[in-house]
């Protein structure tokens, strides 16, 4: 049983419940803000109102029903608090003295209020001008030996329209260096599913969660990371829905959940039980699993041939015979090696999967970040295709995204590999040529900046130093640049890594009235069930002289390259004009202006969803891949005196990504810090630890760069042998660059083999 750090005993209560209300009203007075909190609350998720840029799940239907959740409030408190990062402040602290502050501490400063340059002789940031900032900018672009030097990240908040001009000024400028958050985040599943299906998103809608007869849940956390979800689970659940979840900790949300907007719930202090069937696998071992599900699936089918869709595979599926001898190959011994589930617990998520007419199979990061990522996340397709669960109401694919429009961003151009079509499209509407190479994704622009191949790094939002891996290495990357821009709401850790320059561009945010030349703006985002809706801002600017990220872009795209081939200026005057655009280009945009204003937007067709496959033979495909030839877990010798463990890393409850909102994890029972790993009894036993002791955590590879941190504190924790955990971007010095998913180049942060030392107490 979970235990916390500070001995308090676990967390009793369901998700959810009156305890998500206190957080929630904790947060929006911590925020300063308090009414201005609330009523922005309000407009969270409805029509005419923002889109909550907290998660990707999609919005309930019902008009005039509160849609937000505890984290949600939070993300919204965040963003709206009346704390401001000043020139003052940056007068006051050298960057060398804000390297000492934590995650938590720098974004708590509050929101930042003018352009800022670094000055390296005071070791300061000082005021400048956006057009000097502007000038800076497009003179080291235009300084540089190729366009390729120029590396263009973008985090998924960005706006469709915001998005959709910084790919085609990077186009227009001549690259395709466009790493994104994507690349760390559900690359895999892109890579994947696009491979299986022709199509790169998932295949259900919100209603499709109305119909299914089971839901399994993959490698999920959403009791805090779509905490919205958990009201659509509870809905299915509360139907008779059979919902089975597979996640190496027993988290709290996928176990009980009390609906804070049931009234009847909270008053009555009872909760819903959330998944029926709980399964604990090793890290990694989900491909295994599936695979496992497949076997007993197809030993079934030779006494029982109707447990195969054989007519759907017949007509709509493409190497299904290779993908049998990949099954028939893969043994029982391996499978309940790798997954370290047993015989029964496979034969019981068959029976489910079995019994159930329609399925829906839902995965995040747990599935996506690891070396095995994209085959896994096939094996996921694979199952799902056997019984014709694909493109049948109430079931199908459904990869829970991240950031809350990085699903758009990938929609509207920005992929460091672009279609040849969609570059097509571009040349014919802009009458220029662009570039066909494929640029540099997260992984490969860190790779790019260290050997000197990419000088320029501009960060549309997020958090670039902190959130990829490799800290040490990366934080070189950016320092060897000429110049690092960040386009951003709050004081982060990428700000304090700076190259030769730095600036530092303050953005409006999600929340905020965007008024431009032809009036008050809205802007367009597109959720993980490919519903595109319209957001618009209710709260005054942080700052007068804040500027959208539209504008942000529009001016340094004209200063750059002029406006023979778009003009810049006037399309961010007026964001429909930018929408005009994207209808031109993109298909699925027909009438965008007017589609995007019914109250809950629009759906994007997933072909796949209509057995269209844009696969090359134009079927769904199975693939036949074999399982890894060995997890972490297989080749470390339990017994020996430091066995290698797996570390996977993840979020507490209050964070979001690399902003920190406060030090509790209240589901897990973890208060007041963050420097914890969660390791179970037996583990502990090896190792000789007791709760509370401060241990060493080195990671082992064979490059020869030793990577460690130190000072993390023992959590005992259920979790399985072999597996431990600790919360990110702490632990991203830990994370080799080279360490990558195969076919798509994601970080295996849930999959790193370290060891642990105890350290003595001195
Ligand atoms: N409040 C809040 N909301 C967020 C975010 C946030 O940080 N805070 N981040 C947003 C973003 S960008 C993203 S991508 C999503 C992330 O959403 P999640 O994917 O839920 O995020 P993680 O915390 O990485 O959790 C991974 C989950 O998978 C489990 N897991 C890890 N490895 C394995 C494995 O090998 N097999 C199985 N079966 N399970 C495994 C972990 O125990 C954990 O429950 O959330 C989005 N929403
Ligand atoms: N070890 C480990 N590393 C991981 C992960 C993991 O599970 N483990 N997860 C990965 C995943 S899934 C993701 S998506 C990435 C996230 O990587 P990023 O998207 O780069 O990081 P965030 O922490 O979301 O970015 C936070 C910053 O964004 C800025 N910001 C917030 N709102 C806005 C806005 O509206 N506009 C602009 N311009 N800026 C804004 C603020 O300045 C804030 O400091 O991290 C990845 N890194
Ligand atoms: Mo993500």
């Not at 070791?123 to 000038?135: E, F, T």
């Not at 000088?455 to 040490?472: C, E, M, Q, S, Y």
């Not at 303050?506 to 008024?515: K, Q």
């Not at 924790?717 to 798509?744: H, K």
Request: some cysteine.
């Amino acid at each position: 049983m979970s235990t916390s750090s500070n001995n308090k005993p676990p967390y009793p209560h369901p998700a959810g419940g009156w305890g998500a209300l206190k957080s929630s009203a904790r947060h929006i007075i911590k925020s300063e803000h308090a009414a201005q909190g609330v009523k922005t609350l309000l407009k969270a998720n409805q029509p005419g109102g923002f889109d909550c840029p907290g998660c990707a799940w999609g919005d309930e239907k019902t008009a005039g029903k509160i849609d937000f959740c505890e984290n949600g409030v939070k993300a919204i408190a965040w963003e709206a608090t009346a704390k401001r990062t000043t020139s003052e402040f940056f007068a006051k602290h050298s960057l060398q003295e804000l390297r000492q502050w934590d995650d938590h501490s720098l974004e708590k400063s509050g929101r930042l209020t003018e352009p800022m340059l670094y000055d390296g002789t005071s070791d300061h940031y000082q005021p400048v001008s956006w057009q000097q900032a502007v000038k800076i900018i497009s003179e080291s672009l235009q300084q540089l030996a190729s366009p390729n030097e120029a590396l263009l990240y973008t985090s998924g908040r960005a706006s469709n329209e915001a998005a959709y001009l910084y790919q085609l000024f990077g186009r227009v400028y001549g690259t395709n260096n466009f790493p994104d958050c994507s690349n760390m985040c559900h690359e895999a599943s892109g890579v994947g599913v696009t491979r299986s299906l022709g199509t790169g998103k998932g295949t259900v809608t919100m209603e499709d969660f109305d119909q299914a007869d089971a839901i399994f849940v993959f490698g999920q956390n959403p009791g805090t990371n779509h905490p919205r979800m958990l009201s659509t689970l509870r809905k299915a659940s509360k139907r008779g829905a059979r919902i089975v979840a597979i996640n190496n900790l027993k988290e709290k949300g996928l176990q009980h959940f009390a609906d804070p907007q049931s009234p009847k719930e909270m008053l009555i202090f009872s909760s819903t039980t959330i998944s029926q069937h709980y399964f604990t696998p090793r890290l990694g071992g989900d491909m295994a699993i599936l695979r496992g599900i497949a076997k007993s699936l197809l030993e079934r089918a030779a006494t029982d041939p109707s447990l195969l869709d054989n007519d759907f595979i017949d007509k709509h599926c493409h190497g299904f015979d290779d993908y049998r001898q990949a099954i028939i190959d893969s043994s029982w011994e391996k499978i309940l090696q790798q997954s370290a589930l047993s015989r029964d617990d496979i034969e019981l998520m068959t029976d489910i999967y079995a019994n159930s007419d329609k399925v829906i199979f839902t995965w995040a990061m747990g599935i996506t970040q690891h070396r095995h990522s994209v085959a896994t996340v096939r094996e996921l397709i694979n199952v799902l295709l056997l019984r014709g669960n694909i493109g049948k109401p109430g079931a199908g694919a459904c990869p829970v995204r991240g950031h809350s429009n990085v699903q758009g961003n990938r929609t509207v151009g920005i992929n460091e590999h672009p279609s040849a079509e969609f570059l097509d499209a571009l040349a014919t509407r802009y009458t220029f040529t662009p570039p066909r190479d494929a640029g540099f994704n997260t992984v490969e622009s860190i790779q790019a900046m260290l050997a000197g191949r990419a000088k320029v790094f501009i960060g549309l939002g997020g958090n670039f130093a902190a959130a990829t891996p490799d800290t040490a290495r990366t934080y070189q990357a950016l320092q060897r640049c000429d110049l690092t821009v960040h386009i951003s709401t709050k004081l982060n850790r990428s700000h304090l890594v700076t190259g030769k320059r730095a600036l530092i561009l303050p953005c409006l945010g999600r929340t905020e009235i965007d008024r431009q030349e032809s009036g008050e703006q809205s802007v367009t985002v597109e959720d993980s069930m490919s519903m595109v809706h319209s957001s618009r801002g209710q709260n005054e600017p942080a700052s007068s002289q804040l500027k959208s990220e539209t504008a942000i872009v529009a001016a340094i795209a004209c200063a750059t390259v002029g406006e023979q081939v778009v003009d810049w200026s006037k399309l961010a005057s007026n964001y429909d004009l930018i929408r005009d655009e994207i209808t031109a280009v993109i298909p699925g945009f027909v009438d965008y202006n007017v589609r995007v204003k019914a109250s809950r937007g629009f759906y994007l067709q997933n072909p796949a969803a209509l057995h269209q496959w844009n696969t090359p033979n134009q079927k769904a495909t199975f693939s036949d891949a074999r399982l890894p030839q060995q997890l972490i877990h297989e080749s470390a010798q339990s017994l020996t005196a430091n066995p290698v463990l797996t570390l996977q890393t993840m979020r507490s409850h209050d964070q979001y990504n690399t902003t920190i909102y406060g030090m509790d994890d209240r589901y897990r029972g973890v208060y007041g810090e963050r420097k914890v790993i969660f390791i179970c009894e037996e583990d502990m036993l090896n190792h000789n630890l007791q709760e509370g002791d401060a241990v060493i955590i080195r990671t082992v590879s064979s490059d020869g760069v030793e990577r460690s941190i130190a000072d993390f504190k023992v959590i005992r924790y259920q979790i399985p042998r072999g597996c431990i955990a600790a919360y990110y971007p702490e632990t991203n010095p830990l994370v080799p660059l080279e360490s990558i998913a195969e076919g798509c180049g994601t970080p295996t942060y849930k999959s790193i083999a370290v060891t642990i030392e105890k350290i003595k107490p001195s």
